[in-house]
């Protein structure tokens, strides 16, 4: 084996001690600038990507375009998700029936809900169109065994089968 001490010298322990202080330090220097390097590249790279998508026109289309006036309502809880409360902020902008629920994208859904209040539903928006679309066509059978699975915690997309 090796002598740690092949001096034998008093303060040996002292000095190891500093030499690894000593190296330590200047690793945290060294990797303290490659780190400010790293990160003004990515600030640089992320003030890019920010311009970019400042950049592209996000076109959506108001609330009252979407929707048009139907004659008629429907009871819009039938569709898993849809409380007492969600159906009165939808409602209240002009869905009233599964086919205007249907036909509306899901990022104004998710907006409608956002801009008026705070809201609890069990499941997510993302579903409600196309439960929508079911109810509209009539197709209450496969509505409810896809309301099943995901009571059950399967959120597969539903896919329609073709009618011949």
């Not at 030499?19 to 990160?39: C, P």
């Not at 009539?138 to 409810?144: A, F, I, M």
Request: with cysteine; aromatic share 10%.
């Amino acid at each position: 084996m090796f002598d740690l001490n092949p001096f034998h010298l008093e303060n040996a322990s002292l000095l190891h001690f500093l030499m690894l202080q000593g190296t330590a330090l200047l690793a945290y220097f060294i990797f303290q600038e490659r780190f400010k390097r790293q990160l003004g590249r990515l600030n640089d790279k992320c003030q890019l990507l920010q311009a970019e998508v400042d950049a592209q026109e996000i076109i959506e289309p108001e609330v009252e375009e979407v929707f048009s006036a139907a004659p008629g309502r429907d009871d819009l809880k039938e569709i898993a998700g849809i409380n007492a409360k969600a159906e009165a902020i939808l409602n209240g902008v002009g869905i009233h029936t599964f086919t205007q629920l249907a036909n509306t994208p899901i990022t104004t859904i998710r907006r409608v809900l956002a801009e008026h209040g705070p809201l609890i539903y069990t499941d997510d928006p993302v579903t409600w169109p196309k439960q929508a679309w079911l109810a509209a066509e009539g197709r209450w059978d496969e509505l409810r065994a896809w309301q099943e699975q995901m009571r059950k915690g399967i959120y597969n997309d539903f896919q329609p089968t073709l009618l011949s």
